[in-house]
């Protein structure tokens, strides 16, 4: 009951705005180096993003020793003695969880007269991905045109990879544009949109 109620403990904490803020920082590469032992002063450098100097030096180092008990980082020699936090799978798989709730597509002012195609065919054994996938998908405003197959009027392949490799469903799905489909119609009203004029 101890270990699983400190299970819970570790899991809610990483939720602050700023602990999820410095995860991502982590995610999309902003470097984070120190000198000496996890336990002594970082040494924040030159090169550093200027995204960490936003935040209270003596809290990222609290937050950091966290992120390294909880396995969410790595240490990484440098050749200068100086040593780099990165993330480990599991931070990883933390960070993307925040990235994942705040996906959404931006709409262009002007349509291109595109469509952008999501098509899977996931394996039962992965049904969870499967159902979690298209649940996402309609959550985004795609279309469903047939049972596997989803229409987004907009650019969307970041969005869509970025979910696939959430899912690590990457081999059953492709991602396509389509300058023409039939029963184009039924997605034009749908979508509240008039083809754009040749």
Known sequence: MKKQTKRIYRAKRIYSPIKQRILLLLQAGAALSFAGTIGRQ???LREMADE???VDHNYLKQVVREFYQDRLLREQENADGTRTFVLTE???RRAMTFNFGRIKITQPEIWD???HIVIFDIPE??????VSLREKLLGLGFFQYQKSVYLYPYPCRSETEFIVEFFKVRRYVRYGVLTEITNEAELLLHFDLKKPEA
């Open 52 to 54: 960490w100097k936003e």
């Open 42 to 44: 970082l040494s924040i």
């Open 113 to 115: 007269g595109l469509w």
């Open 90 to 92: 599991k931070g990883r």
């Open 125 to 130: 054994k992965y049904k969870i991905a499967r």
